[in-house]
């Protein structure tokens, strides 16, 4: 556990920089290149964002943050899946027992705000 969060940390001070820092880009240099490129290289050089995978694109780039910068394998894959599954569950029944506090107080404050003939009778 101590590894994860050293490698967390590592990693939070590697992009400290990114995350505080707004950047403002423009794209007009982009937009003139593409008004004067002819069809056959609009075809070649595909500036269409529209057409980009972006499933293949975020398990391309989660499987490089993994291999490189935490320096994880795939060998790890079936252990934290596990992991995860068990957690989901814990995190499912936290949320329910939160649920069933919270309806428990409600219907408690509702029982005491009525008075005793009401539900006696």
Do not use: H
């Not at 990693?11 to 423009?26: H, L, N, V, Y």
């Not at 780039?61 to 894959?77: H, Q, T």
């Amino acid at each position: 556990m101590l590894k994860t969060y050293r490698t967390m940390k590592t990693m939070i001070k590697a992009t400290i920089e990114i995350q505080r820092a707004d950047f403002w880009f423009s794209t007009v240099n982009t937009q003139q290149l593409y008004e004067n490129m002819c069809p056959m290289d609009k075809e070649c050089f595909n500036f269409n964002i529209n057409s980009v995978n972006y499933q293949d694109y975020v398990r391309t780039s989660n499987y490089g943050i993994r291999y490189f910068p935490c320096k994880e394998e795939d060998k790890d894959l079936p252990r934290a899946r596990k992991n995860f599954r068990r957690l989901k569950i814990y995190y499912i029944m936290a949320w329910g027992l939160f649920v069933l506090f919270v309806l428990g107080i409600i219907g408690l404050v509702v029982w005491l705000s009525f008075p005793k003939e009401f539900y006696l009778s």
